[in-house]
């Protein structure tokens, strides 16, 4: 049996242009993707942020990722060389996310037990 105390995450595919997400767009890398993902709480939010935070793209010269988070709000932009490496690094990151927010969601139902 399973319990949901937290609510999923709700994500949203924002404008990649948009200068609130990435104000300075880097012609070097032309392929563009960012979305931002809403949290139910701010502790909630934070501690997904930290732990997707720690790990760097592995070729940044390729990639290049920005997170910024505000209250339960988590701002993600990514821009690359080819689309490829997009895919991938975007694939990737929603994976990470994936399991950092079940498993924020895991502490939280433990907390409340």
């Known amino acids: 049996m399973s319990v949901d105390l ?3 995450p709700s994500v949203k595919v924002r404008d990649p242009v948009d200068p609130y997400t990435h104000p300075q ?3 070097k ?3 563009t993707h ?4 809403t949290y139910p709480s701010a ?9 997707v935070s720690v790990d760097e793209e ?3 010269e390729r990639i290049y990722r920005h997170l910024r988070l505000e ?4 701002h993600c932009f990514f821009s690359a060389v080819e689309l490829h490496f997009l895919r991938v690094s975007v694939s990737s990151f929603l994976e990470m996310l994936a399991l950092a927010t079940d498993t924020a969601a895991q502490f939280s139902l433990s907390q409340h037990a």
């Open 6 to 8: 937290i609510a999923p």
């Open 25 to 27: 767009p880097n012609p």
């Open 29 to 31: 890398h032309p392929y």
């Open 34 to 37: 960012s979305l931002q993902v």
């Open 43 to 51: 502790d909630v939010a934070l501690t997904v942020f930290r732990s």
């Open 58 to 60: 592995i070729r940044p």
């Open 71 to 74: 209250g339960s709000v988590m």
